[in-house]
């Protein structure tokens, strides 16, 4: 007897593929291929596309890393920002948390993997820049305290105000799963490290 499932190759490669979305599991995985393979074709030629776009478009900003179009992004080609603030965030996604508070108008520094983290064009683009406060963005972890320690040390001969976001964030959880209320706050009330 022939399996059922064996018949159905495209739609079980797309129900595979679905499943390797962190967070979605095989029931999810399963509804999603059925909905965009099977009840809303055009939904699913729609997310295709994109899907599409943003795998062709999507880069990453050549001075801080955070999502962008273009060679910088917004937040670097913008002449009203304050260039004297470096907001230093563990991921990109931190930009949107941060951005949503409408308490700061620094520039940010995404950090993604500090192995990959080149001190010397940071130190160069700091200087060119004009920035003299670091702010680190963390929630407060152990790890998190380490890295500020140690990019601080990387740093210590530009002459630079280091602080860290304050109260109201608590230990170790995302900077996207805090109320935005206790965000602002945490950014207004940063302190000097
Ligand atoms: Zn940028």
Redesign the pocket.
Known sequence: MHSYKKGLKSFNALVEALEQIPTIGKKSALKMAYTLGVENKFLGIKIAHCIENAIHNVRK?S??N?L?ENE??E??SDTSRDNSQLCFVLHSRDIFSIEETKEYNGI?YVLENLEELDFEKLKKAIMQRGVKEIIFAFTPTLANEGIMLFIEDKLQNLSLHFSKIAQGVPTGIGLENIDQLSLSRAIISRIKI
């Open positions: 900003c001075f801080c955070a962008s910088l992004c937040i670097c940010y």
